[in-house]
Every structure is written in C-alpha cells, then in structure tokens.
C-alpha cells in the first residue's frame, strides 16, 4: 500500500522492481515508508475493538518498569506476553479512567499532583497521537512489535529468579530527542511537600519549581489584612494569658509546659515506641476513653485558647455576675455604673448569644450601645430615684440622639427636683452655656443669678424642701467667678467688674444692722447704696457700703468738689483710625481692639461735670442693678473671702498665688499664654512661672495672630489698680497687708518682664522707674520694713533692669537686717536662694565656683551668724562646716511627721528652700551629681509621706493656691539640670527621666510642660515624646497635655519646614518628618473630643488658627461653627473669625449681635468715622 495514493504505482518495498530503471526508484524512494506495514495496521484496529469489549477486572498489580530489548527475542514464553498484554489493557482503561477524573476536578487538585513542566509544553493533539501510537504498539505481535509491549513485565506472572526480573534498556527513545523531556505518563506522580529536594549541595545547587497551577492558587488567595472581619473580631477580643488555673499567681519569666505522667508505662510502649505522642493520642491508640481527671490542665489551656466557646462563656460570666450585683444590691450606684461602661467591653466582642452555627451578622452601631446603655440606667434609676449620679449619665446619654430641646425640658425637670445641689447646676448652666441654637448672652447671665438666688435660698435655710449640702458656699463663690468669667470673654467687661466690686462691697464692708437678715433682706439694703451713686471700691473716694449707711443715718454726705484736674486720656474718634487706607475688617479689629482695652471700667455719670445718664454714648457701658442683684451671696469663711479678693485680683491682670476652680478652669481658658517662656531659656534657674496664665486679663482681648498691643492698661485701668489696693488695705492689718504689697510689686515685675520680652528699651525705662518708686514707696511702710519677701523682690526688680550692683546692696542690705535665723528662717531661705540663683546664673562654668560669691552667701545662711558681705574668698573650713550643717537641718526636716494644720504651708515652703540652697550648695562645691542626689533624697521621702493633693473642701481651701512640696522640689531639680546643660556637656536622659516622672505626678503643671517641650525639641526622634503624651493623655482629664503635644508638634513642623525653605542650597533634610500636618489635625479633633477640651476655647482658637494657616479656608470655615456648637459666647472666636475670612465682616458681626455678644463698634458707625 503506497502512503500517497498519486504514487501507487511505486513499488512496494520489498517487491522486485518491474518495468523500471534503477534510477526511477531512486527517485521515489523518498515517498515510500519503510516502517510502516499494512499487518500492523489492521492488528491495531483488531485489538482496538478487542479493547472496547472487555470489562477490567480489578485485582491489584504491582508493575516493574523494567525495558527490554526492542530488536531481541524476549526470554519470557508466548503465554506470558499474552497474558502481560491483557493486563497491560486494563491497565490502560485504568490510565484513562484516571484522566477524565483528573478532568473533572480542574485546577483544584494541583495540590494532589506535582508535574515537572518542561521548556517546550506539548499541546493536546500531539500528546494524544503519541499515547495512541504506544497503545497500538503495546498490542503487536512478538515478530513485529517494536514498541512497548515488553517493556513492563508483573510480578506475579514471573516464574524465575527476582534477579533476573530488572532488566537495562540501553536503547534511545527518539522521543525523547523530539520533546526534549520524557512523556508525563511514564513519570510516576508524587506529591511535594516544601521546596527543597534530597541529595542536593544546598550551597551549589537549587531547584526551582515552576508551576503555573501553584501560581494560580496563589493569586486567588490573598493575604488577609487586619481590617478584615475575622481579624478585627480576633483582635477586639482580649487576649488569655497562656497558663494553668493552678499555677501560682506571680509572673514568671517563662510560659512553663505540663508534663503528665501516666499510671502505667507498659502498655504505652507498643503504641508509643518512641514517646512521641501526647497522653491524649495514647490512650485513644490503646482503645481506651480520656481520663478527664489526669487531663484537667491540658482541657483547661486547651479551652482557654479556643476563642470561639471561651470568650463567650466569658462574657457571659462577666454579664450574669452584674446582672446579679444589681439584683442582690440595686442600691449599688457604683455596681450600676459599671454595668453601663460594661456594655463597651461587651459590644467590642463577639456576641455570646448567637448560636454555634450562626455567624455575627448584627451591626455593631452606636445607637445600639446607646440604648443599651439607657435601658440599664432607667432601671438604675427606678431603684434609686433620688441619686443624681444616674440621671446625670443617663442625661448624658439622652445628648446623643435627642433634640436640644426635649433635652433641656429633661434638665429643666432634674433642676426642679435637686435645686439644692451646686455639682449639678454648673453642669446644667455649662449645658445651656454651650447650646448655640437657644443662646443669648441675657438668658445665660440670668440664669447664673437664678442660680446663685436659689443655692442662696438654701443657704439661709428660707427653701424647707431642701437641705444645705456640704461644699455649698464654696460651689457658688465658683459659679461666681465662672459668671464673671463668663462675662468677660463675651466682651461684657463692665457688668464682670461691677459683679466683683458689688459682691466685695456686699461681703467686706457689710452694716453690722443687717447682717442678721437673709441673703435676699441684705440684698434690698444694698440695692440704695448701689444706685446712689457713691464711689465704689477701685474709684477715688470710695468708702464702702457700712460709712454710707452710718452718714444715712446721720444726715447723708456732704459734697465737696474735686481738685482733680488730670487730663483724660480720651482719644477722639478721629484718632482711633490710624491709616484709612487700611482694609475694612482690619480698621474694625483695631477700633474694637483699642476701646476693649480702655473702656473696659463701668461708665458712671460725673457729678462734678453735671453728667446725667443720658450723656453716655454706649448705653451699654451702663450696669444696671438688675443685672447683678440677683449673684450677690453671703461668704462667711475667711478663706473664701480671701479667694474672692486673690480672684478680682487676677481678674485685673495682678498675678497671685490663686487658682482658679477645677469646675472653671478650662471653660476661662482663651489665651496662648502658657506657651510662653518668660526668660526661662537665658535664665533656667530664676525663670518666672506666671501663676494663671492662659487666660486673658481683663482689656486684652486680640486675635491669635496680633497678640497684645500693650503692656499693662492704660491710665484709667492703672489707676482703678492702684485705689483697690488702697482700698484693700484698710480692709487687712498685718500680714494679709504685707501679702498685698507682695502682689502690687509682683504685678510690676511681671510688667518688667514683658518689656523684656518684646525688648522695648523705652519703654522698659519707663517702666523700671515707675516701679522702682512704688517698690521704694511699699518699703518705706512701716509694716513693711522688715518683710524679706518685698526686699527681695525690690532686689529682683534692679536684677532685671540690669542695675545689678544696685541689686547686690539690697540683698546684701536685707541679708544684714534679718538677724541671725538661719536655716529655721523661711523667707530668709527664700531671700538667700533667689539671690545665690542671681549669681550662679552669671558664671560662664563651674571652675573655680567654690571661690564664688554664691558660695559665700550660702555658706553665711548655714553659719546662723552676722551676714557679711563677699570679700572675695571663701574659707574651705567654712564650706566643710556649712555642709554638714546642711546636711543635719535636711534630715530633721525630713524626719518630722506632717501635720494638717496652719503651719504645714510654712512647713512645706521652708523644706523646699531648704533643699534648694542645700541642693545649689551641693552643686558649687562638688558637682551636679552631689546635687542630684540631694534632690533625690528629698524626692524620696515626700513620696513616701502621702500623695499631697489638692482638696477643695473648705476647711483646708488655702492648701489649693499652693504648689505641693514635691511639686515644687521636681521644678528645682529641672531648673538646676537645665542650667547644667546649658553651659557644661551633660546627658539628655536624667533631665529628660527626672520630668516624665513629675509629669505624670502633676499632669496639669505648665512650667513642668514647657521645660519637656523645650528640651524635646532639639531630639532628632519624636517617637518617645509621642509614646509619653499619648500615655499621659490617656491616664489624665487635664487638657495641658493635649495642648503641650499639639505645640510640641507645631515646633516640630516649623523647624522643617525653616530648614526645607533655608536658602542655602542643596539640603539633605537630617529631619526626614512626613505626616506631621495629619498627624496634628488628630491631636486637635481627639483633643475637642474630651470632655475638658469640648468648651475650653484656647484649644478651638489653636485648632481655627492651624488650619487658616495652611490656607484650607473652606475647612476653617466649617470648623468656626463647628467651634460656635461647643463656645459661643467666646468673643475672641469671632474676632480671630474676622480676621481669618475678612469677606464675611458683616456676616460675622450680625452672629455676635444675634447672640448678643458685645459689639463695641458697629458697622453703621465704622461706615460714618470712614466718611469724615
């Protein structure tokens, strides 16, 4: 049969050539196929149809792949091949039922077999032409086969020796020169476990294993993050510690593993050879149940790492046992209250009522918590309803998801029904405070009196219904100066200084005739002297309440004329504007800027220039009765007494030792104030700390950007200053006078210092002499003679003005004067430690300090003696004696029990004088090391003595204006190690160590904060000032660690962006800072979120002022109202308002004269000054 039918006439091969040439068959030998025969073409399609017939038997075979010669005769018989060939057909029926399984799993199944892919892949066709030709081969004759069909030989079919069953298949495959691999079928399959392979140099060799099915699996499995929902459920879950119930409490160093013995090793040993099965795995091997006894620990740790059924039965035990706490005791508020903050933890969790088989498909929404949470307390308060605790959070609650005013309906019920209790109206006027759709400055100012009238009720005792509470008279002297407050930062200056002298009137020159009469009787006495014109306290001639009553009665005052003539210092309307070529808002900001600061005092008619009411331009720089009767209250504890005076006084701008109340301090916090340092980098040592500083004085009231204009007030406000003083000191003899003088001549240095500051030099001129002539004029009284703490402020004040061999003879003056107490003397020690300061703060370094005046003024405070003055050396036995003279007052001090009486106060100032002479001492003479220990020492035994915290209870309420021991000691010891550094090499790390650790005892400490951002900002890393911020934050209320984090942050920026700006070049940036405008915006909105930071206006003025800076105008835009929801009565928001979107002037103004804030010039007038 010719293989091209066009050329049948070719011969066969094989047949003799017939009718032809030699050379013609050489010509067509190329069309014939010598391999091909027509025998083994109908035997194939014989067997082929054999095969479709039979049905395969399955018995097991086990196949050898032994190849034998293809052209020799095979030693096996003709039964045999018979036989191998009917096996060799199931085993192809096998090899394609195989196939089509694999088909039919697809890709899934790789992982179940792992081919070798070669360069060249072969398609299908060619693969299936290849196994057809072999299962043709496989079915020849022994005469014609060529093919496989003697390659595989069955065991159980040989007869012969095993020896002779393998065989060696020397010849080639063509194939396998074809395909360049061998053919997949005649690999046997595998499964691969890892990578590697056996017998390979791992060092040499490697094999890399390419499988596109292994890469398809790949892809379709990604990785999952930790914000899908299995991993936020494992991670909102807390964490078990890995552990028996039976091990000991303490922790140990490592996870210990159980080990359990069994009962009997002997049966073990046939199962368990090699001892590498677990208890359990054993006994199951050996047929036998689990001993749940003997398993005990390994089920419980076994039960504690399933998470699934543990952390449920967890929560479950947690809420039956509330449930049961506020079933056995619903009189329990505390055991009510934590089943609400309960309802947090249980909601991070997964539910532990779904069942087994049903997954968490419930929304964990805050609504949901939310009526949770309610739900508790309404049956809270079912229990128990009269507590104001539960109604208070369930209130709180009710601010989520009720509107404004079904709110203040809820408030308005709770009020009716607890009018006695003072905790609860200052939350509820800071609630109606804050509520920007229902304000107005009017309705808030009378409702503080109706407030104050009604505690004032209680308090006489007029109101049956209720008892007085204890803490009363103190909560309203607070609602008091809060309500001043108040007024002040809505730019109702006038009515907040009429408040003060009212009540100061009402309070300190009371008519012994009505002192016995209700608060309310007292009030309608007071109401004629009030309208009758008299001069008030910080007027000229003003002689209080009880001499007008007294000259009433006798025939009223005779009117003399005064001899006055100083010129006012008026400006006229047409120097207000400066320069007209000024933008719009920028003139208003400066008008309205300018009559804050002076027309900040109550205007009252002159009767010597016939002035009658109706001469008053601003009718609202009139203060009518009825807008303060109603706050005016009794105050009969001295203490209080003396807060209100020490509060007024603050008020003015006068720096005091007082504070003001936790229950107001942040709502009254509205100037940036406290990022100042006062000359705390040159002088770290005498650095002054302003006692209240964040809070605008009264007639300072500027946007962010412009700061103060001025120093001080002007003319009528100095004065107004300088005739209360006088006033007060008719008032106190003695001491409190002393104390007086002490803060008039505080009030000029603090003026002093912030000449300094803006380095004004004449005006520092003008200032230094006027007050150096009052600081002469105090000392020149006799009470005053002999206070050392006015002698030593007069020396401080000739210190700062530079004059400082004029400040050494005061010192030295003073020194001589104060005898001979020594140690045991207070403000001795006080006197003889500023002045050592003054003088280590000159040295340039510590060599040769031993021979220093500094030294010589301490070593003559420990001698007790004489003081005389430095002559230029200093005794080395002196030094030796002055230490352990030290050395022993510091131990007696430190050994002595305290006490809780009047003395502790003195007790506490002197030990920190003390220690700080001891301390300075220490460090001249032996180094910073000496000095540390000192402080360390002290450090220790304080702690040691008791938390010294701050109690606003009336009986010690003078303790509160007072900085603690420790407190105190901590800022000493930074100040020294701050001086240290500054002019010698010094590590970071105590400074650093000493003021995280204070920091965390005084959260709320400014000069603390200031020294920590101070350092910080030279560290290249900001990772570990960010980790203790964010531990502080969340360990304290206080906002001062918000805000020092958010300032912190703001250096940082600046300091990169001056170096990425810097004109110098190339600049590789040592500072490689990315985020840090996101990350600031975050501390601001988690810092508005907290429950201080919410109404504190300093933090939104902050907030409004970063993002103008970074021109984002649409966003500032949106969080000004955003600032007015939570403060808007701050005026200072609306003016920074102004300035930042100057387009929306008018817009703005109307908002402040819809809330009725003051408006000191209008549009309309601003409009008519422009014209002229």
């Known amino acids: 049969m010719a293989l091209f039918p066009a050329f049948a006439d070719a011969a066969e091969p094989g047949e003799p050539p017939t009718g032809s040439s030699e050379g013609s068959r050489k010509e067509l030998d190329w069309l014939s196929n010598p391999s091909f025969s027509t025998e083994d073409a109908l035997l194939l399609h014989q067997r082929t149809t054999e095969v479709a017939n039979l049905v395969p038997e399955k018995s097991p075979l086990i196949r050898t792949t032994s190849r034998s010669d293809l052209s020799g005769e095979s030693d096996t018989d003709e039964s045999l091949k018979q036989s191998s060939k009917k096996r060799k057909k199931k085993k192809k029926k096998h090899h394609h039922y195989k196939k089509t399984k694999k088909k039919t799993k697809g890709d899934s199944s790789s992982s179940s077999e792992s081919d070798l892919d070669t360069k060249h892949n072969q398609d299908k066709a060619t693969g299936s032409g290849r196994s057809h030709e072999k299962e043709a081969a496989a079915n020849l004759d022994k005469k014609t086969s060529n093919l496989t069909s003697e390659r595989f030989v069955w065991l159980d079919d040989i007869q012969t020796s095993t020896a002779e069953t393998f065989r060696i298949d020397k010849k080639p495959d063509p194939a396998n020169w074809a395909y360049k691999s061998l053919y997949r079928g005649d690999i046997a399959r595998y499964k691969r476990r890892g990578e590697s392979c056996l017998g390979i140099d791992a060092r040499k060799q490697c094999i890399i294993w390419d499988s596109s099915s292994s890469k398809k699996k790949q892809l379709q499995r990604h990785p999952e993050r930790y914000f899908t929902k299995t991993n936020v459920k494992m991670l909102n879950t807390d964490g078990i510690p890995v552990c028996s119930k039976n091990s000991p409490s303490d922790a140990t160093a490592f996870i210990p593993v159980f080990h359990i013995e069994t009962d009997d090793r002997s049966d073990t040993t046939e199962v368990n050879p090699l001892g590498i099965y677990d208890p359990s795995t054993t006994v199951w091997l050996q047929g036998k149940g689990c001993k749940s006894a003997d398993l005990e620990p390994v089920n419980t740790q076994q039960a504690i790492q399933e998470p699934g059924i543990n952390v449920n039965s967890i929560l479950m035990t947690k809420v039956e046992e509330h449930n049961r706490k506020v079933r056995e005791n619903p009189r329990d508020i505390d055991a009510w209250m934590e089943f609400v903050s309960f309802q947090d933890e249980l909601m991070r969790g997964p539910s532990p009522y779904a069942s087994k088989g049903e997954h968490e498909v419930r929304r964990k929404s805050l609504k949901l918590i939310l009526e949770k949470k309610l739900a508790i307390l309404e049956r809270a308060i079912e229990s128990n309803p009269s507590n104001v605790d539960l109604k208070l959070a369930r209130l709180k609650l009710c601010a989520e998801f009720w509107e404004p005013p079904a709110l203040l309906k809820e408030w308005q019920k709770l009020i009716f029904l607890h009018p006695n209790n003072p905790e609860l109206w200052k939350k509820y006027l800071l609630f109606c405070q804050s509520q920007f759709t229902t304000f107005s400055v009017s309705k808030i100012n009378s409702l503080y009196g109706k407030c104050l009238t009604t505690l004032a009720a209680v308090q006489d005792g007029s109101m049956v219904s209720h008892p007085l509470l204890p803490g009363t008279e103190e909560a309203m002297l607070a609602i008091f100066i809060q309500q001043c407050h108040f007024l002040r930062q809505a730019g109702h200056s006038e009515k907040a200084v009429s408040l003060f002298q009212a009540l100061i009137d009402f309070t300190f020159f009371k008519p012994d005739s009505v002192k016995d009469l209700p608060t309310r009787g007292q009030v309608e006495f007071f109401e004629p002297f009030w309208d009758s014109g008299e001069p008030r306290i910080g007027e000229k001639g003003a002689r209080g309440w009880k001499a007008w009553m007294h000259q009433q009665e006798k025939g009223g005052w005779v009117t003399l004329k005064s001899d006055d003539d100083d010129d006012e210092e008026d400006l006229d309307e047409d120097?207000?504007?400066?320069?007209?070529?000024?933008?719009?808002?920028?003139?208003?900001?400066?008008?309205?800027?300018?009559?804050?600061?002076?027309?900040?005092?109550?205007?009252?008619?002159?009767?010597?220039?016939?002035?009658?009411?109706?001469?008053?331009?601003?009718?609202?720089?009139?203060?009518?009765?009825?807008?303060?009767?109603?706050?005016?209250?009794?105050?009969?504890?001295?203490?209080?007494?003396?807060?209100?005076?020490?509060?007024?006084?603050?008020?003015?701008?006068?720096?005091?030792?007082?504070?003001?109340?936790?229950?107001?301090?942040?709502?009254?916090?509205?100037?940036?104030?406290?990022?100042?340092?006062?000359?705390?980098?040159?002088?770290?040592?005498?650095?002054?700390?302003?006692?209240?500083?964040?809070?605008?004085?009264?007639?300072?009231?500027?946007?962010?950007?412009?700061?103060?204009?001025?120093?001080?007030?002007?003319?009528?406000?100095?004065?107004?200053?300088?005739?209360?003083?006088?006033?007060?000191?008719?008032?106190?003899?003695?001491?409190?006078?002393?104390?007086?003088?002490?803060?008039?001549?505080?009030?000029?240095?603090?003026?002093?210092?912030?000449?300094?500051?803006?380095?004004?030099?004449?005006?520092?001129?003008?200032?230094?002499?006027?007050?150096?002539?009052?600081?002469?004029?105090?000392?020149?009284?006799?009470?005053?003679?002999?206070?050392?703490?006015?002698?030593?402020?007069?020396?401080?004040?000739?210190?700062?003005?530079?004059?400082?061999?004029?400040?050494?003879?005061?010192?030295?003056?003073?020194?001589?004067?104060?005898?001979?107490?020594?140690?045991?003397?207070?403000?001795?020690?006080?006197?003889?430690?500023?002045?050592?300061?003054?003088?280590?703060?000159?040295?340039?370094?510590?060599?040769?300090?031993?021979?220093?005046?500094?030294?010589?003024?301490?070593?003559?405070?420990?001698?007790?003696?004489?003081?005389?003055?430095?002559?230029?050396?200093?005794?080395?036995?002196?030094?030796?004696?002055?230490?352990?003279?030290?050395?022993?007052?510091?131990?007696?001090?430190?050994?002595?029990?305290?006490?809780?009486?009047?003395?502790?106060?003195?007790?506490?100032?002197?030990?920190?004088?003390?220690?700080?002479?001891?301390?300075?001492?220490?460090?001249?003479?032996?180094?910073?090391?000496?000095?540390?220990?000192?402080?360390?020492?002290?450090?220790?035994?304080?702690?040691?003595?008791?938390?010294?915290?701050?109690?606003?209870?009336?009986?010690?309420?003078?303790?509160?204006?007072?900085?603690?021991?420790?407190?105190?000691?901590?800022?000493?010891?930074?100040?020294?190690?701050?001086?240290?550094?500054?002019i010698s090499v010094y590590p970071l790390n105590p400074l650093r160590e000493a003021l995280t650790e204070a920091l965390k005892r005084y959260p709320s400490n400014q000069s603390l904060w200031r020294s920590y951002i101070h350092i910080q900002r030279k560290s290249h890393s900001a990772s570990k000032a960010r980790r203790f911020f964010d531990g502080v934050t969340r360990s304290t209320n206080s906002l001062e660690p918000w805000l020092f984090a958010i300032q912190a942050e703001q250096m940082r920026k600046k300091l990169i962006e001056n170096v990425q700006r810097a004109d110098v070049g190339e600049i590789h940036s040592t500072l490689p800072e990315t985020g840090l405008t996101n990350r600031i915006i975050a501390l601001f909105e988690h810092a508005v979120q907290t429950e201080n930071g919410t109404h504190c206006p300093l933090l939104w003025r902050m907030y409004l002022n970063f993002l103008a800076s970074l021109g984002k105008k649409e966003q500032s835009k949106g969080l000004f109202y955003k600032a007015l929801q939570n403060c808007p009565w701050a005026k200072v928001l609306y003016m920074d308002a102004v300035e930042y979107f100057p387009d929306h002037l008018q817009e703005t103004l109307d908002l402040m004269t819809e809330k009725e804030l003051r408006v000191r010039i209008p549009m309309e007038e601003l409009d008519l000054l422009l014209e002229v």
């Open 575 to 982: 120097e207000e504007i400066k320069d007209k070529t000024l933008p719009k808002w920028h003139i208003w900001l400066d008008i309205e800027y300018s009559r804050e600061a002076r027309h900040w005092l109550p205007w009252r008619p002159d009767k010597t220039k016939k002035e009658t009411e109706e001469d008053c331009e601003d009718p609202e720089r009139q203060v009518l009765f009825d807008d303060l009767g109603p706050s005016l209250i009794r105050l009969s504890n001295p203490n209080l007494q003396h807060q209100l005076l020490y509060s007024f006084l603050q008020f003015l701008g006068v720096p005091c030792t007082s504070k003001l109340f936790p229950s107001n301090l942040y709502i009254a916090m509205d100037e940036n104030s406290i990022f100042d340092s006062v000359l705390s980098d040159e002088k770290p040592l005498t650095s002054v700390g302003l006692p209240l500083s964040g809070f605008n004085s009264i007639g300072h009231m500027d946007t962010m950007r412009r700061r103060r204009h001025h120093i001080g007030h002007y003319k009528e406000g100095e004065e107004f200053i300088q005739n209360v003083f006088h006033a007060l000191y008719l008032l106190f003899p003695g001491k409190e006078k002393s104390n007086l003088s002490f803060f008039w001549l505080q009030y000029e240095i603090s003026k002093v210092v912030q000449c300094l500051q803006v380095k004004k030099k004449k005006k520092l001129k003008a200032q230094g002499k006027k007050s150096k002539r009052l600081a002469k004029n105090l000392l020149k009284a006799p009470d005053n003679r002999n206070h050392l703490s006015l002698w030593k402020l007069y020396a401080y004040l000739e210190w700062l003005l530079g004059n400082i061999n004029d400040a050494r003879k005061v010192f030295d003056t003073a020194l001589s004067t104060a005898g001979t107490g020594g140690l045991k003397s207070p403000q001795l020690c006080s006197l003889t430690l500023l002045y050592a300061q003054l003088e280590v703060e000159l040295l340039e370094s510590t060599e040769g300090a031993v021979m220093s005046r500094a030294v010589h003024i301490l070593t003559k405070l420990a001698e007790s003696g004489p003081y005389v003055p430095y002559s230029g050396q200093v005794l080395s036995v002196n030094v030796l004696k002055a230490r352990k003279t030290y050395e022993h007052a510091l131990q007696d001090y430190l050994s002595k029990v305290p006490i809780p009486d009047q003395n502790q106060i003195s007790d506490a100032d002197q030990l920190v004088n003390l220690v700080g002479c001891y301390a300075l001492f220490q460090y001249l003479t032996v180094g910073i090391d000496a000095a540390v220990s000192v402080y360390a020492q002290a450090s220790e035994k304080l702690k040691a003595s008791g938390p010294q915290k701050c109690k606003n209870d009336g009986e010690n309420f003078d303790i509160q204006n007072f900085p603690t021991a420790l407190e105190a000691v901590t800022l000493l010891h930074t100040n020294l190690l701050r001086f240290h550094m500054k």
